[in-house]
């Protein structure tokens, strides 16, 4: 049986409602991975390799990429903060870890994953907040 013709435009917007409210739920759940970080693998701009905790966050209407040492056993953390600009779409996988480069205030950073899934969800997650924060 299909629903009156008057009730359809009702269903439209419910399922519109719907698909928003899943993405908002998405979305809260991909900043707080993003938020609390991830020890990682990275390649500065200038090539140098580290391993450092990395979290992306925004801050001011821009996002924000956190690179945090420790320093002393964890009794001396100092971190570094980065406008990121883009993302790149793909990640590619260099020696047997997943890339995925971000373009930076000050040049590209390279993020090292083990895992394909991970990287994927960071980047998805990563477009996602900076189309939230450039339409804004």
């Known amino acids: ?4 013709s008057y009730a359809l435009p009702g269903l439209r917007g419910a399922a519109r409602l719907k698909s928003r409210a899943t993405a908002d739920t998405y ?3 991909s900043q707080k991975i993003l938020k609390v970080g991830v020890q990682l693998s990275i390649i500065m701009p200038s ?7 990395v979290s992306i966050y925004p801050k001011h209407k821009q996002l924000i990429l956190r690179l945090r040492k420790k320093h002393l056993k964890g009794l001396l953390p100092t971190s570094k903060e980065y406008k990121i600009i ?9 020696q047997g870890k997943y890339l ?6 000050d040049g590209n950073i ?3 994953f083990a895992d ?4 994927s969800v960071w980047i998805s997650s990563i477009s996602n907040l900076l189309q939230m924060h450039n339409t804004c």
């Open 1 to 4: 049986m299909m629903p009156p």
């Open 27 to 29: 979305s809260l759940r």
């Open 47 to 53: 090539g140098h390799k580290e391993h450092q905790w």
């Open 86 to 94: 883009y993302v790149m779409d793909k990640s590619e996988e260099a």
């Open 100 to 105: 995925i480069s971000l373009k930076i205030n």
């Open 110 to 112: 390279k993020l090292l």
């Open 116 to 119: 394909k899934k991970q990287s």
